[in-house]
């Protein structure tokens, strides 16, 4: 079954104690994003990548890293959570120049 | 600064009437636009999409209207099923699906 996995689906932590979220498509895609979820904000993209090792900010990716060594993989890393980081992530794949972006089921992380 | 905006944050429809979700943007260079229909506890699901050189695309029960003029696009669902109550967010983008831009969401309920 084609899908987008992420782990872990919820997360509670403290502050400054360093995170990574995982993201997995089986699709062969070459396009990775990350969002969060906010309300009153929609969905607003932190980092995407266009392939292996090519990876760029998005709108809002102050306090978040990524790497792409793996065209399957692309994790979330939070070197030093804060509060202001809690929030519904969402990581999301397509293939180059298709119609949409699928989606993994999102993660819900709660920074004290 | 809003690129997307989804005005409306929720929508009480009948049964079988016609719901219609808008969805404003500012960017004029967004040449394609999309909706996402998203359920609790899952990540978005893609609905339907228009690129900028049409002005109507439709889908089994959904139709996306997009008026290029006035920067404003709209999904009608007819009929109305107790299935489609979701959040829905509209999305545009430049040249692609890989970098969207979401508006804030419409909780849609519809009601028996």
């Known amino acids: 079954e084609a899908q987008v996995t992420q782990n872990p689906r919820y997360l509670i932590t403290v502050t400054g104690k360093k995170l990574t979220v995982t993201c997995s498509q089986n699709?062969?895609?070459?396009?990775m994003s990350w969002y969060r979820q906010d309300p009153g904000l929609g969905l607003r993209q932190i980092y995407y990548?266009?392939?292996?090792?090519?990876?760029d900010k998005g709108d809002v990716p102050e306090g978040y890293k990524v790497s792409r060594k793996e065209k399957r993989n692309f994790p979330l890393i939070l070197e030093s959570p804060s509060p202001n980081q809690t929030s519904l992530y969402f990581c999301a794949s397509t293939r180059r120049n298709t119609d949409t972006q699928y989606f993994g089921p999102g993660t819900r992380l709660t920074v004290l | 600064d809003q690129q997307v905006k989804q005005n409306s944050p929720s929508l009480s429809v009948q049964e079988g009437r016609i719901s219609i979700l808008n969805c404003d943007y500012t960017n004029s260079m967004f040449d394609y636009f999309l909706w996402y229909k998203k359920y609790p506890a899952e990540g978005p699901t893609f609905l339907i999409s228009i690129s900028s050189i049409k002005d109507k695309n439709e889908d089994g029960r959904f139709t996306v209207f997009l008026n290029k003029s006035a920067k404003h696009l709209s999904l009608h669902i007819v009929p109305s099923q107790p299935g489609d109550s979701a959040v829905y967010f509209c999305a545009a983008s430049v040249g692609g699906a890989q970098k969207l831009v979401f508006g804030q969401g419409t909780r849609l309920t519809i009601n028996p």
């Open positions: 990548s266009m392939n292996v090792e090519v990876t």
């Open positions: 699709m062969n895609h070459e396009y």
